[in-house]
Nanobody
Framework: QVQLVESGGGLVQAGGSLRLSCAAS????????MGWSRQAPGNQRELVAA???????NYADSVKGRFTIFRDNAKNTVYLQMSTLKPEDTAVYYC????????????????WGQGTQVTVSS
């Protein structure tokens, strides 16, 4: 069974940094793309950053220049390096990925992690 497991969230002061990790496990054939979204209380979930297996990236305007997404294809892991954090970055961060399981005939499906809380204090 395919699953995504995030780690690295926590409490940090404004201006600080955190690195989130998300590892995909299970019987996996291919993954593309991988990304991070976030949801603050009372807000809709929004895309933060995404990366293809070839390394192409895109970012939300609100995090450009402060966040960096990168991945290790050999480990089926995606990372989100967050710097110069602001209180408005406080949210639950979710990893997601399009994955084709290593089962004959399995289609691509979109998977989500359970989320990790990031809290930035002012």
């Amino acid at each position: 069974q395919v699953q995504l497991v995030e780690s690295g969230g926590g409490l940090v002061q404004a201006g600080g940094s955190l690195r989130l990790s998300c590892a995909a496990s299970g019987s996996i054939f291919r993954i593309n793309p991988m990304g991070w979204s976030r949801q603050a209380p009372g807000n809709q979930r929004e895309l933060v950053a995404a990366i293809t297996s070839g390394g192409s990236t895109n970012y939300a305007d609100s995090v450009k220049g402060r966040f960096t997404i990168f991945r290790d294809n050999a480990k089926n892991t995606v990372y989100l390096q967050m710097s110069t954090l602001k209180p408005e970055d406080t949210a639950v961060y979710y990893c997601n990925a399009d994955i084709q399981p290593r089962v004959v005939g399995s289609p691509w499906s979109n998977y989500w992690g359970q989320g990790t809380q990031v809290t930035v204090s002012s």
